[in-house]
């Protein structure tokens, strides 16, 4: 994590987990497994997140703090006259900054980020030579075309 710029430290906090886009059958059986990698008890004073996002079959992993600023009161004024504007043009507006508290969110990286690719998922206790396969990714040429345009996770 020292080679990112503006990283922060990590806390000994169990973080929360985010799962994107683990649809499937196979994608939220993988999804169940990654979860159950961190505690379900997270502890949310240390405003820790582990997120692991599912795109193209591919995993990508990132670990963030959360961190809640004050917004100047020049900013929130700024916002507050934009969406008086809009309104007298007669347009429904949505706040941008959310409830409009004066608060705004943003995240630090802490590291490490990676990307995972499923190889296979192997049903019931570990054995390659004579297990059962839920899923073995395709390699080489031959449907190199359907491995690019269906997604299994």
């Known amino acids: 994590s020292a080679d990112l710029a503006g990283h922060g430290r990590s806390t000994t906090h169990q ?3 985010i799962l994107n886009n ?4 196979i994608g939220r059986r ?25 795109q193209r079959d591919f995993i990508f992993v990132r670990h963030h703090r959360y961190i809640f600023d004050e917004v100047e009161e020049t ?9 008086k504007r809009e309104m007298a043009k007669g347009k429904e507006v949505a706040d941008p900054a959310g409830s409009g508290s004066g608060v705004k969110t943003r ?4 590291g490490p980020r990676f990307t995972l690719k499923l190889r ?10 004579h297990g059962e396969y839920e899923f073995l990714a395709k390699r080489g040429g ?11 996770l």
């Open 107 to 110: 995240l630090q990286e802490l």
């Open 30 to 54: 993988v999804g169940r497994f990654l979860g159950s990698l961190f505690s379900h008890a997270p502890q949310f004073e240390g405003r820790q997140v582990v997120t692991f996002h599912n």
């Open 75 to 83: 900013e929130a004024k700024r916002r507050e006259a934009v969406k």
């Open 142 to 152: 031959i449907g190199l075309q359907d491995q690019r345009t269906k997604f299994m």
């Open 15 to 17: 973080p929360e987990v």
């Open 120 to 129: 296979w998922l192997q049903q019931g206790s570990f054995d390659t030579l």
């Open 22 to 25: 683990f649809n499937t059958r």
